[in-house]
């Protein structure tokens, strides 16, 4: 399972989940608090780690939506985690009941929400502390109440979601909300926490309780009395008066110095305690790890293309297998996405070729993407899948040189790339946008040779995009590797991924698409006057 309080706490290092703002949840916020794990930040820049979350998103909930962006960076090693999520989710999708009741109780949580967490984020004023404190307590005894209505499932992870929620209702913490509260010398405490032999002062949340009528009541009798003719009225009248300073008091305490006082000795206390408690912590990742399945339920629905659960297993080496395959991204804009089938299983490493725009980089982009999908437990986007867990997952793509850098692009780029090498293993996932550029030809040559023999002797799946057709047909040659280009209709490219290698850059198609082919730049020197002669 996840850990107890990292929502909770990461929340709390940097408010991400905002309930005063209109888009409340702020994934790159989060982003930045996130530590590396199986992806680098780069690389995670690299396939839109944002763009699939907001594909994959049909969270009800703030905390679902937290932990569907926590998964997607950091996708779990744990096989026997991701087949019980699978287990759950197939049980959701055949289990109408059940379905509808998480759904109902995701609902009710999501209206609620907000105002737990503005009493979490203490964002009130102490002088309206009251208002906050019932309404996030309101919240709590709802989700606790509201889990007794879901049926029992039969997946050992849905049970344990639902467990969690359960044992918070069981703890200490939770009675604050639930039995009378005390304050105490040694904080605040519940009922059997104090003991009957313990001084304690019951805490009342609200203005008009824990003294605040005594001081105004002779005055309000008095003038009942007036009022009403019961006294004599100019006896009366003298009364008010007299017993007015303590309807001043009274009233000055009950709106300015209760809640004030309230706040620092109950509420405050009553909200660090909750904070503090892995059992809450737990009941919220609990709520979240709900909605994360729900949303790959409902991601499912919405798409209008086929989806699969896809198989997995953690052997050795890394492999990725699909049949036609597609972007989870691209497809909720496209419906005539170009499908492609991927067999990455023992080749080494995959030469990709062919011209720009002509869909090498999507193609790579939805393998990664689609492998994180399945290793956190989600569906892909294709008819058939199938692939080990990744224990490293690395893109590179052509980056500016820093000034800094005294070796320029080239030291840049091969920093990068010896740094992915280095932590590369058998079961990593390496995508290469070109390699030891920045040098001559023959430099560039002989280093590529020696960067890609050391992946093909670990073993794992690379995939290396290049206009370097030379390179390809070196390996091609050795009968090394796997080499796909890009299917073209003519002149214009298919998207779709064949067998071979590609030949031709199409430099001249995209110049002339562009307004910059050499007869583009005669015709401006012409029009210039720079060319006096043809």
Not at 384 to 400: D, L
Request: include cysteine; charge should be negative; charged fraction near 25%.
């Amino acid at each position: 399972m996840y850990s107890d309080k990292l929502i909770i706490e990461l929340n709390f290092r940097n408010r991400f989940i905002d309930e005063s703002r209109q888009e409340p949840f702020d994934s790159r916020r989060m982003y930045d608090l996130l530590s590396e794990t199986i992806l680098d930040k780069r690389t995670l820049e690299m396939i839109e780690i944002h763009d699939l979350y907001k594909s994959l998103d049909h969270t009800m909930t703030l905390v679902g939506s937290a932990r569907l962006f926590h998964s997607l960076n950091t996708p779990s090693e744990s096989l026997e985690l991701i087949q019980a999520k699978q287990e759950a989710l197939l049980e959701l999708e055949t289990n109408d009941k059940l379905k509808k009741a998480v759904i109902g109780y995701l609902n009710d949580f999501s209206k609620k929400e907000k105002s737990l967490f503005k009493f979490l984020n203490v964002n009130y004023h102490p002088l309206l502390s009251f208002g906050p404190l019932r309404k996030a307590i309101d919240a709590v005894k709802g989700m606790l109440k509201g889990v007794e209505k879901i049926p029992a499932p039969h997946s050992g992870y849905l049970e344990s979601l639902l467990r969690l929620i359960s044992n918070f209702g069981e703890s200490q913490v939770s009675e604050l909300v639930q039995k009378p509260t005390y304050r105490t010398f040694r904080g605040v405490k519940t009922g059997k926490e104090k003991g009957a032999f313990s001084p304690g002062f019951r805490f009342r949340a609200g203005r008009l309780s824990g003294g605040t009528i005594g001081p105004a009541l002779p005055s309000i009798i008095f003038g009942l009395a007036w009022i009403t003719g019961k006294m004599n009225p100019a006896l009366a009248e003298s009364m008010v008066l007299f017993t007015g300073a303590g309807a001043v008091l009274g009233i000055l305490y009950a709106f300015i110095a209760k809640p004030v006082f309230d706040n620092e000795t109950a509420i405050l206390p009553i909200r660090n305690r909750f904070i503090n408690s892995n059992r809450f912590a737990s009941a919220v990742e609990a709520v979240a790890s709900l909605d994360e399945l729900i949303s790959f339920y409902n991601f499912r629905q919405c798409t209008q293309h086929t989806t699969v659960i896809p198989e997995l297993s953690n052997k050795s080496r890394h492999y990725f297998i699909a049949e036609e395959l597609k972007n989870p991204v691209l497809v909720k804009s496209d419906l005539d996405f170009v499908a492609n089938d991927v067999h990455l299983d023992g080749e080494g490493v995959s030469f990709i070729t062919g011209p720009n725009s002509g869909g090498k980089t999507t193609y790579c982009k939805t393998i990664v993407q689609s492998q994180i999908m399945g290793q956190i437990g989600g569906p892909v986007v294709a008819e058939k899948a199938s692939m080990n867990i990744a224990e490293h997952i690395a893109y590179q793509a052509p980056a500016f040189d820093s000034l800094s850098d005294a070796e320029g692009r080239f030291g840049t780029e091969l920093r990068t790339t010896r740094d992915i090498f280095y932590a590369t293993t058998p079961k990593s996932l390496v995508i290469l946008d070109e390699i030891a550029e920045g040098t001559t030809v023959h430099e560039k040559m002989n280093l590529s040779v020696a960067i890609l023999n050391g992946f093909f002797a670990v073993g794992n799946s690379t995939l290396l995009v290049t206009h370097s057709y030379e390179l390809a047909e070196m390996y091609q040659d050795m009968e090394k590797g796997q080499f796909l280009q890009v299917e073209f209709d003519g002149e214009v490219p298919t998207h779709h991924m064949k067998e071979g290698i590609s030949w031709e850059s199409h430099a001249d198609r995209v110049a002339k698409k562009v307004g910059f082919a050499p007869d583009d730049i005669q015709q401006h020197l012409k029009e210039k006057g720079y060319l006096l002669y043809n």
